[in-house]
């Protein structure tokens, strides 16, 4: 079993920045790669930004050169940096894990509200 929890959500002024935080805990091996997805209200989730265990990203056309996926292996912790804020980025915000076996673990979720 893999924990993931989420911070750092919260309300921002559009042009703003937020960082959010997955601290991961567990069968932490079984990881292959770590994301974050959003899902907002009536729309479907969608991946954001992905990091695998040899640090290869990817990124939603969306969010490239806004936001930044990173991770501290020392703390089994990944970091979603997001600037430039815009109001179309206003979800729910969803850290991922995925096992090598094909099953994801999800966190509980973290409110990102972009005002204009």
């Known amino acids: 079993q893999v924990q993931l929890v989420e911070s750092g959500g919260g309300l921002v002024q559009a042009g703003g920045s937020l960082r959010l935080s997955c601290a991961a805990s567990g069968n932490i091996g079984s990881i292959n790669a770590m994301g974050w997805y959003r899902q907002a209200p009536g729309k479907q989730r969608e991946l954001v930004a992905s990091?695998?265990?040899?640090?290869?990203?990817n990124y939603k056309d969306s969010v490239k050169g806004r936001f930044t996926i990173s991770r501290d292996n020392a703390k089994n912790t990944v970091y979603l940096q997001m600037n430039s804020l815009k109001p179309e980025d206003t979800a729910v915000y969803y850290c991922n894990g995925y096992a090598r076996w094909g099953y994801d673990y999800w966190g509980q979720g973290t409110q990102v509200t972009v005002s204009t």
């Open positions: 990091i695998t265990t040899g640090g290869t990203t």
